[in-house]
């Protein structure tokens, strides 16, 4: 079984930052890319960034490519999304998801496992 749980999520003004957190199992991340995801209210859930199996290798949507950083911390089964200069057009809900391939990398239909999700809202 698979479990993700993602945390993080709050409240923040426009410019501020967030620390989101993705908690899984040593194995699943260990193993394989883990990404994170968003959907804004009415909108399609769209790629945010995502990280290979040994953290050597991230990928980020344009939208948010100088301002997010994504890591990882194998011993601790963790997968962190660092937001800075956060956007009102941020706001959306958060989700941390499993690649396993094969499958385009900023495909949703390419993630096999997702979490529940984390609310951040930027206010402006």
């Known amino acids: 079984q698979v479990q993700l749980v993602e945390s993080g999520g709050r409240l923040v003004q426009a410019g501020g930052s967030l620390r989101l957190s993705c908690a899984t199992s040593?194995?699943?991340?260990?193993?394989?890319?883990m990404g994170w995801f968003r959907q804004a209210p009415g909108k399609e859930r769209e790629f945010v960034a995502a990280?290979?199996?040994?953290?050597?290798?991230?990928h980020y949507a344009d939208s948010v490519k100088g301002r997010f950083t994504i890591s990882k911390d194998n011993t601790m089964s963790t997968v962190d999304l660092k937001m800075n200069s956060l956007k009102p057009e941020d706001t959306a809900i958060y989700y941390c998801?499993?690649?396993?391939?094969?499958?385009?990398?900023?495909?949703?239909?390419?993630?096999?496992?997702w979490g529940q999700g984390t609310q951040v809202t930027v206010s402006s």
């Open positions: 990280i290979s199996w040994n953290g050597g290798l991230t």
């Open positions: 998801a499993v690649h396993r391939g094969p499958g385009a990398i900023l495909s949703v239909t390419s993630y096999d496992y």
């Open positions: 040593r194995r699943t991340i260990s193993s394989y890319r």
